[in-house]
């Protein structure tokens, strides 16, 4: 913990230095037209920051945040004239505005994914664009105050406003970082790389992104309130049109998604560069800063596609660490020795943890789930298998609670778990893995079971000894923990998604197809890994559609086919089963297959 | 006549206006229902292709007057269709050179990862588009000049603006040849495979980035036919793509992402739905109307009407 507190005071020295300096380059300006300059390029780095906080972290791209701070610069501005507030209160009130403009539109926006949560966010603020038009709020100024225009935050001196934009920037460029470092930040990364792997990990994805979107929200309402204290004039066009929302978007992704430097750099090279070409050439030229900001932006997708700031961390990064990811025979080694024992010779199984009742599911006329009932014993290895598109996944989507089952009971340890979300289906002490295994490529290994980490521990700082400790119950931990996760072989993901689901230390783990696409020798190596892991005391449920290898790791077969469970017993006895040769082989040769087996 | 047959001649007059309105709001879903549908990409600058067209007409008919021989009537229509291939041209090089390099099926797999790309380079597009329109075109309204727009046709006591009924009868036949063109054409049947499923489609051994490339030229031309035809009866300026390209996200979302066909429909409705609120609602307020439309809809059909929301896992 002592690193990350460096890290957080090396950031802390790091935004002193810049507002230090910015502030001290501002004094040294003479010149009224580049305070202003300066000034707005503080607010539109906060905009920039708040649209980051929420589409940056968690990837759900916004092109509406224009609304909040529009309903931010108008809440101060109303507020000022029509009922002399004073922009000390009236920006506060505009925050908080803002931020029950973000429940508002999250609760039902939440629900659509990718573009359609993109396009509805631009729907809101050009409604309210049209409204405000409609309410007489066509230009609105804020009017001097002659006597005490201190109260009323309205200064001769243009380096004041300055002061004001770079505390309220700071301060949303540290609360930004101590998102980005704690489990709120962390949790809306994957989200952004991953929501399903996310949501089965136990993170409760919707209150997270309410979180984001409120803190998002509030930010934008800030600048907002600002811009309107700054330029002393409204217009609905000005802050709820459509620019306003692209060049939010434009700062964060030109200086660099996903991290607070970002809109900062972006505003800081992006703004003077407009508002410059405007000035020298905007009489010859109406629309040249447009132009050049256009070109500017297509140019620095084509180079650098995540923004500038990550361009230059991945250059320095790739000259100090030569990433070498290689296989590690050694540990594998060892724990098939530790494991050599055969899962015949085990002892009996404790008390019910799993039982399913009458379990079904249909999408349309098709039953992917057709009843299933099954029992699964304690400390057992129970394998579900069953030919390709028999309803194994959808199963297992039912059980982890991706898919609501249409009938049917589901009792983990005694608690009814049909219902859940994903994520409280987790927090009961059930873990899961997929069929395609779902990373978060872009997070090191270690960070990636991190967050399997957080269902199972209060703090921010419990998360990573467990996860460690994960991390060595599937021997990733020497080497690889500080890989990224995108760099990694198959076999080494099937074991970070496995040591991801085991980090909270579940109960029950559902594996799904974690043995398809290894070849025999990887196999071997991770048959005794799961074997350890279900000593250890977790009952396992994995689903194949392979039998070779399933005979040698299960103690109990149960049998898919169309849903229904056409065979349950000892794997010697299901194999024999003629309905399951059936299933798998088809009836013509079904009369080969038994007679070989007789 | 009494209160509500006047009520009634509102109603039918507004729903006169819909209809030749959104039929041109239809082709223009169209034209982004194509390029969404085939290569699923959000394209910000589909608003600022439209407003190409609408000055390629312009200086077809009324600018240079290139078309005056053709006479008031015709001249405008052909300036329109003209439009179409002159788009077609820059669309098809600006997906070469730029837009290929952040779409295609590499990038179709990927989460949101890879929309930021393609979102900032269409943004970009678009900046330029606005303001070099703002530089070659400068920032007065235009329209293009034709004695449809002062006149109307008469049926019993609805008036049809002849401009909108002109222009929605071509939106209508481009909209009939292009349905035409994407089902009896191998060309076409070839866009609807990749718009289905491009990984499969490159399977089987249909050329994507071609594809692509056809889609997006094909898309924001027939998008500048129906700025062409709008121009008619709207004046315009070069900031009017930034309004437009909502209403058509509007109305491709309502007739289903990705259906190609489907987006006339939605586009038609969005005309309507302009232009009946107008009944209830304040003049102004006309777009905040198809605002909420469209989020109410999204809302309860979030995948449209031919959208699919199975995800495996």
Redesign the interface.
Known sequence: MAGKRRAFMEQYALITIFAVVYLVIGFLVRNSYYQLMMTLVLIWGTMGLGWNVLSGYS???SFGHAAFFGLGAYTVTIAFVKFGITPWLGIPLGVLVGVIAGVLIGI?TF??????F???M???P??ML??F??LGYQEVSLPMKRENPIAYMQFTDQRAYMVISMIVMVACMIISLHVECSRFGRSLLAI???Q?AAEAAGINTTRWKMYAMMLSAGIAAAAGGLYAIILLVVTPQTVF???VS?QA??VA??GG?GIFWGPVVGSAILIPLAETLHAELGHI???????V??????V???VA??GIYWKVRDRIMARRTPAKVGAQPRLAEQISIAADAAPESRPAFGQTILQLDGVSRS?GGLKAVDDVTLSVPQGIIYGIIGPNGAGK?TL??VLNG?LAADKGSMRFAGTEISGLKPHEVCACGVGRT???V?SFPRMTVLENVVIGAFVGSKTDDEAEPLAYEALERVGLADQQAHALAGALTTKQLRLMELARALAPRPKLLLL?ETLAGLGHDELEDILPIIRQVNRESVTIVIIEHTMHAMVKLADHFSVLDHGRLIASGTPADVVRNPAVIEAYLGKKWMHRAKDQVA | MTDWQWLLIDFFQALAAGLLVGGTYGLMCVGLGII?GVM?V?NFAHGDFMMLGMYVAYYLVTGFGVLVFLGPYVGPVVGAALAGPVVYVIGWLLHKY?IS??TGARVISA???G???Q???T?????????????LF??TPLSVQTPLSRESWEIGLIFFNQARAVGFVMAILCAIGLYLFLTRTNLGKALRAAADNPIAAAYVGIDVDRSHRIAFGLGVGITAIAGGLFAMSQSFQ?YIG?DFV?VM??GV?LGG?GSILGAFWGGLTIGLVQQMSTLVL?Y?????AI??V??II??FR?QGMFGRV????
């Open positions: 990837g759900m791209i039902p629900r659509l994914r990718g573009h359609y993109a396009l509805s631009l729907a809101y050009l409604a049209y409204v038009e409609w952004k790389q991953n399903p049109g459509a620019l692209a978007l434009i992704l030109f998604v030229l109406p629309g040249i800063q447009g132009v900001y256009g070109l500017a932006i297509i620095i997708i084509l596609p995540d999408f996944t297992f989507n991706f997929f069929q395609v779902r799904d | 969404f699923r959000v730029l390099r952040v989460e949101a990862e929309h930021y790309a979102i900032i380079l943004l970009g597009i678009a900046l330029v588009l606005a303001n070099g329109g703002l530089i400068g920032s070069p930034f909502i996200y509007a979302v992402m304040p102004q307020l006309q777009n905040t605002f909420v469209f989020l999204i809302f979030p199975w995800e495996r896992t």
